[in-house]
C-alpha cells in the first residue's frame, strides 16, 4: 500500500498569509496526486487533481505541484474561508489518503 | 446537478449487519467508478471500496470478506453491504464518484455506529 505523508500536521497562520503544505509518498505515483479541502460536518471537497490541475470552480490561489513522490498545495493568500483540513490522496495503486493538514487561524 | 445521496446508516450491535445505499443523479453508476470512503470520528479518510466500469471491485484489507459493493442499475444506486461489524467499522461513510479525478462526486455521508 502507497503510504502518503501529509506535512505539518498543522499550519497557524493569518488570513492572507501564504500556505505551504507537503505530502509525500512512500513510492512514486507519477501525478496521479489529488488535494482536498474538509470543513466540519461536510464531505471533501475535491481542490486538485492530477497533481497541478485546479478543479471546476476552485479559486485561482490554489495550486498544486510535483510529481513522483513529493508535491506541494500552495494557497497563495489565505481568505477566512480556507482555514480547514486539507487531505492528498492518491490514485496509482488504490486509493490512499494522507493524515491530513489543519489550516488554523493565527 | 450531480447529486449522490447516502442512506442506511445507524445503530447496530457489534457482529451486526447494516446496508447501505447511495443514490445517484444526472449519471449513471456504471459509467464511472464509483467508492466507498470512510471517516470515523476526528480521523481522516480511509477508502473501503472501489467498483469499476467493468464490474470488478477492490477492499480495503480490514473489510475484505466482510463488506460487498454492488450497483443496481434500474434504481442507479450503489450499495455497501456490511456485515459482521466491528466497533472500528464506526465512521461516516461516503459514497464518491471519480475520486481524485477531475468531475469527481461525493454524498453528504451517512454515520454507521457500531456499538453494544
Known amino acids: 500500500e502507497i503510504v502518503l505523508t501529509q506535512s505539518p500536521a498543522t499550519l497557524s497562520l493569518s488570513p492572507g498569509e501564504r500556505a505551504t503544505l507537503s505530502c509525500r509518498a512512500s513510492?512514486?505515483?507519477?501525478?496521479?496526486l489529488a488535494w482536498y479541502q474538509q470543513k466540519p460536518g461536510q464531505a471533501p471537497r475535491l481542490l486538485i487533481y492530477?497533481?497541478?490541475n485546479r478543479a471546476t470552480g476552485i479559486p485561482a490561489r490554489f495550486s498544486g505541484s510535483g510529481s513522483g513522490t513529493d508535491f506541494t498545495l500552495t494557497i497563495s493568500s489565505l481568505e477566512p474561508e480556507d482555514f480547514a483540513v486539507y487531505y492528498c490522496?492518491?490514485?496509482?495503486?488504490?486509493?490512499?489518503f494522507g493524515g491530513g493538514t489543519k489550516v488554523e487561524i493565527k | 446537478e450531480v447529486q449522490l445521496v447516502e442512506s442506511g446508516g445507524g445503530l447496530v450491535q457489534p457482529g451486526g449487519s447494516l446496508r447501505l445505499s447511495c443514490v445517484a443523479s444526472?449519471?449513471?453508476?456504471?459509467?464511472?467508478?464509483m467508492s466507498w470512503v470512510r471517516q470515523a470520528p476526528g480521523k481522516g479518510l480511509e477508502c473501503v471500496s472501489v467498483i469499476y466500469t467493468g464490474d470488478s471491485t477492490l477492499y480495503a484489507d480490514s473489510v475484505r470478506g466482510r463488506f460487498t459493493s454492488s450497483r443496481d442499475i434500474s434504481k442507479n444506486t450503489l450499495y455497501l453491504q456490511m456485515n459482521s461489524l466491528r466497533p472500528e467499522d464506526t465512521a461516516v461513510y461516503f459514497c464518491?464518484?471519480?475520486?481524485?479525478?477531475?468531475?469527481?462526486?461525493w454524498g453528504q455521508g451517512t454515520l454507521v455506529t457500531v456499538s453494544s
Open positions: 490522496q492518491q490514485g496509482s495503486i488504490w486509493l490512499t
Open positions: 513510492q512514486s505515483v507519477s501525478s496521479y
Open positions: 492530477d497533481a497541478s
Open positions: 464518491a464518484r471519480d475520486v481524485g479525478k477531475q468531475g469527481a462526486s
Open positions: 444526472e449519471f449513471t453508476v456504471s459509467s464511472n467508478y
